[in-house]
Nanobody
Framework: QVQLVESGGGLVQAGGSLRLSCAAS????????MGWFRQAPGKEREFVAA????????DYVDSVKGRFTISRDNAKNTLYLQMNDLKPEDTAVYSC????????????WGQGTQVTVSS
C-alpha cells in the first residue's frame, strides 16, 4: 500500500512559480513510477507529467513542456513538480499518482492540491 499526500498549491499570478510536493508512505516508493495529473473545473482529468521509477525517463504533456519539471527524491519518499511561468489555464486541482511495478495503470492517488493562477 502507498499513501500519497500533496502540498504546495496556492494562488499565484501569471508568470509566477510554485513547487508541488507529494509525500509517499511505504518502503517501496523507489520502485513505483510516479505521475502528476490535473483536473480543471468542468474538464476531464489530464495527464501532466510522469517519471520512471529509477528517476530517469520523463514525459510531459505538450502544454507544460519547458515550464514544468518533475523530479523525485527516493531518500525522502517525495515527488516534486516545479512549475514555472504559470498561466491561468494551469489552474486546476493537481494530484500525484503512483503505479506499482505489476500494474498497467496508476493505482494509487493523492487527494490533490489546488493551484490557481490569476491573470
Amino acid at each position: 500500500q502507498v499513501q500519497l499526500v500533496e502540498s504546495g498549491g496556492g494562488l499565484v499570478q501569471a508568470g509566477g512559480s510554485l513547487r508541488l510536493s507529494c509525500a509517499a508512505s511505504g518502503r517501496t516508493f523507489s520502485s513505483y513510477a510516479m505521475g502528476w495529473f490535473r483536473q480543471a473545473p468542468g474538464k476531464e482529468r489530464e495527464f501532466v507529467a510522469a517519471l520512471a521509477w529509477r528517476g530517469g525517463s520523463t514525459d510531459y504533456v505538450d502544454s507544460v513542456k519547458g515550464r514544468f519539471t518533475i523530479s523525485r527524491d527516493n531518500a525522502k519518499n517525495t515527488l516534486y513538480l516545479q512549475m514555472n511561468d504559470l498561466k491561468p489555464e494551469d489552474t486546476a486541482v493537481y494530484s500525484c499518482a503512483a503505479r506499482s511495478p505489476s500494474s498497467p495503470r496508476y493505482n494509487y492517488w493523492g487527494q490533490g492540491t489546488q493551484v490557481t493562477v490569476s491573470s
